[in-house]
């Protein structure tokens, strides 16, 4: 998580950080969710960091979706970008 926050920190506040973990291994599932306080903040970190290198893996970046959006309940809105 610290080199999430690290990354990331540089294009504003930074609320949360969180990485996905296996319940029984406790290893990271190689995704997690980074959480900014602007959404203009998070909107230029998913411009600048999709598709870059973070500790020698390619990243993605999106937006996610709440549950119930994903179900097509509510019109798509952004989050905060994903990190897979």
Do not use: C, H, W
Not at 1 to 22: N, P, Q, W, Y
Not at 41 to 54: Q, S, T
């Amino acid at each position: 998580e610290k080199a999430l926050t690290e990354a990331f920190s540089r294009f504003g506040e930074v609320v949360e950080v969180k990485i996905v973990m296996d319940r029984v291994s406790q290893r990271s599932k190689g995704f997690g969710f980074v959480q900014y306080a602007s959404e203009a903040d998070a909107e230029r970190a998913k411009a600048e960091m999709n598709g870059k290198v973070l500790s020698g893996r390619i990243i993605f970046v999106d937006d996610v979706k709440p549950k119930s959006q994903l179900s097509g309940d509510l019109p798509s809105s952004t989050v905060s970008p994903v990190l897979s």
